[in-house]
């Protein structure tokens, strides 16, 4: 079993920046794949950003470029670096986990799921406005 808290949601300007963290706990050993999606209110959740043990990476388009995913193993968490924030950055932030992650297929595609995931934090929610 794996247990994820994230942490570091909060308010934020247009344009400005927010870092998330999430900490696992448990079978960590056990983990290849971490994520972070998002879910926008009355929409779905939505892979923002993913990164494996090897340290390839996969981010949604929206996110390119203003985004980065990152890891500290010695810590076993995974942060979010959100910088030049837009109000559609607005929403739940979750991470996730799972000991394979999307199928090399998806992964070429670009295609991050839910399904993907078998752990999951609580969330940390984010909102950006003027």
């Known amino acids: 079993q794996v247990t994820l808290v994230e942490s570091g949601g909060g308010s934020a300007q247009i344009g400005g920046s927010l870092k998330l963290s999430c900490a696992a706990s448990?079978?960590?050993?056990?983990?290849?794949?971490m994520a972070w999606f998002r879910q926008a209110p009355g929409k779905g959740r939505e892979g923002v950003a993913t990164l494996t043990n090897g340290g390839s990476t996969l981010y949604d388009d929206s996110v390119k470029g203003r985004f980065t995913i990152s890891r500290d193993t010695a810590k076993n968490t995974v942060y979010l670096q959100m910088n030049a924030l837009k109000p559609e950055d607005t929403g739940m932030y979750y991470c996730a986990a799972d000991s394979e992650g999307p199928h090399p297929g998806s992964w070429a595609l670009g295609l991050v799921e839910e399904k993907d995931f078998k752990y999951w934090g609580q969330g940390t929610q984010v909102t950006v406005s003027s």
């Open positions: 448990g079978y960590t050993y056990s983990i290849y794949c």
